[in-house]
């Protein structure tokens, strides 16, 4: 009932910032809590942040706290993710989700097909 799309991902350098954004079809996204999860070459898929039904409650990954925002268009049924001061590390493929969000765990329930991320040193 959802579908999710992403964009705006590519390469940037260390230090620079990026905007990815998820859009979502249908009326039934502002049912769901949103996430992004990323997925580094060789790893397994890892949380980066979420985002509640109303955008009142976030939750994000220590190794992005204070780096990322997350946050939800109604008007443009849209999810954002703005990336700041960009490591390497960072470098992965970023997948936009749609399920649950209970406390500090996310149960997801639809997916995007990802938009790749590469930081350059």
């Known amino acids: 009932q959802v579908r999710l799309v992403e964009s705006g991902g590519g390469l940037v350098q260390a230090g620079g910032s990026l905007r990815l954004s998820c859009a979502a079809s249908?009326?039934?996204?502002?049912?769901?809590?949103m996430a992004w999860f990323r997925q580094a070459p060789g790893k397994e898929r890892e949380f980066v942040a979420a985002?509640?039904?109303?955008?009142?409650?976030?939750s994000y990954a220590d190794s992005v706290k204070g780096r990322f925002t997350i946050s939800r268009d109604y008007a443009k049924n849209t999810v954002d993710l703005q990336m700041n001061s960009l490591k390497p590390e960072d470098t992965a493929v970023y997948y936009c989700?749609?399920?649950?969000?209970?406390?500090?765990?996310?149960?997801?329930?639809?997916w995007g097909k990802g938009t790749p991320v590469t930081v350059s040193s």
């Open positions: 989700a749609a399920g649950t969000l209970h406390g500090h765990t996310f149960t997801p329930t639809y």
């Open positions: 249908g009326r039934t996204f502002s049912g769901y809590d």
């Open positions: 985002i509640s039904v109303s955008g009142g409650y976030t």
